[in-house]
């Protein structure tokens, strides 16, 4: 699919961004179209270029690879390391991956064939194959003189990972600065970290990965499969790169919209429609519930008009709790706060909790009636205290089952086996906007019967 900006800037002189930050050179070819941003890192240095496609940030990474010549996309895959190679060949048209793979080196094309059976979003999936390990019987010094051997091969160097001599296997992980402080004759295993290695397995979800990051603060989490048997590493960067995305992702499912995989400014027309009309569609649908049930309070809205004032008012006071309870449930289910079985303690945090938000936005809708009616500025007719109670009551009510409706979405669509990002905002406010109809003239056909009723 072609992408084109709207304006792209003015050509920019090899020699002039030569002197820029990689970060900014990216950022520079982002404003590209794909045929003159691979123009541009045609004619840079290989290693240069090696290092821009590096770049997670770059957009044009997979459209690059099909507009170069195979010999220069061959070699910028050889150069790059394997995870981001495998994350740009992912996406490239399948007869292209296939030609490019062919033409790889045994040891890079085995490589990446083996992160790409891994889905895009588990420890498998992120994890990078270069790293460096030694076996337990070396020395401090051995063990430096190795990496100076290969640093320029590996992707990062946060740890060197100690196998066991005979059976491969991870036994201790050395950081850097133990490695550097350690005495040159010690066996390497005497700086290693006092405690088992923390690893995860390659089907590990990234929100799992990023968790055992956070919680450990590591730089790196070896990856080993059921064996035990060190397969790759995922580190703090790619996971972040990986939240942000996943993050992203989880925003716009809030919104009311499907999930987008391009910038806003780069995605097309027609994909845009498609991605917001579905949505728009099954909340349009939904809100002539809303209607529907408008018109079986007609006759109670036609007697007191009066009624028809605070509908706004209440309605969007049950979406807004709604979508706050939503939205504090997903966040917790994503960190793991709670868990499935934990719903009943949700809602009997939630019921409390929504009757006293409930509480105090009624005692202000009856202040605001009183001012009103008392300076003049509306007249809401000789039962307005009553009128009064019947908004503050309905809000209490409505808030309360926003609240619990809210919090309950997210664990409902969780158990059906969906993405608890679904539950966004304008869902949980179509849903208490129909019920919170019915809470509001039920309140009003208790308190007004025989009055304005």
Known sequence: MKLETAS???????????????????????SQVPAEAAEF???????????????PTF???????????????????????????????????????????????????????HLLTYPEDTAGGLMTTEFVTVPASWTVQQTLDHIRLVERTR???????????????????????????????????????PYAPITTTPFASSEDVARLIAKYDLLAIP????????????????????????????????????????????????????????????????????ASAMQVFSDELERAIVLALFVPLVMSSGGNSGSQATSLIIRALALHQVRLRDWFRVALREIPTGMTLGAILGVLGMIRIMVWQGLGLFDYGPHWQ?????????LVGIVTFGSLAGSMLPFILKRAGFDPASA??????????????????????????GTIL
Not at 9 to 22: F, K, N, Y
Not at 90 to 105: G, P
Not at 386 to 394: D, F, N, V
């Open 8 to 30: 792209p800037p003015a050509p920019v002189s090899l020699p002039r961004i030569s002197r820029a930050h990689v970060a900014d050179t990216v950022e520079y070819l982002n």
């Open 41 to 55: 890192v045609d004619r840079l240095p290989l290693d240069w270029a090696v290092e821009v496609l590096d770049q």
């Open 59 to 113: 957009e044009w990474a997979s459209e690059m690879l099909e507009i170069l010549s195979p010999d220069k996309a061959v070699a910028l895959l050889e150069g790059m390391s394997t995870d981001r190679a495998a994350d740009v060949l992912r996406w490239v048209d399948e007869e292209v991956r296939a030609r490019l793979q062919a033409r790889l080196s045994p040891e890079a094309r085995g490589a990446i064939e």
């Open 155 to 193: 992707e990062t160097i946060y740890a060197i990972y100690v196998l066991d001599p005979v059976t491969r296997r991870l036994l201790h992980i050395v950081t850097l600065r133990r490695l550097i402080s350690g005495e040159p004759g010690a066996p390497i295993a005497s700086v290693a970290q």
């Open 223 to 290: 990856v080993v499969d059921s064996t035990g048997h060190l397969i790759g590493i995922c580190t703090f960067d790619d996971v972040i790169d990986a939240m942000i995305e996943d993050q992203t992702e989880d925003v716009q499912r809030m919104g009311g919209m499907e999930a987008i995989d391009e910038p806003y400014m780069q995605i097309s027309f027609a994909e845009m429609i498609k991605k917001r009309a579905g949505w728009l569609c099954i909340l349009f649908v939904s809100e002539m519930f809303t």
């Open 386 to 394: 009553l009128l009064a109670m019947t908004i503050a009551s309905a």
């Open 424 to 449: 966004s905002a304008p869902f949980v406010a179509t849903l208490v906007d129909v019920t919170g109809l019915i809470i509001y003239f039920s309140v009003a056909y208790l308190f007004l019967k």
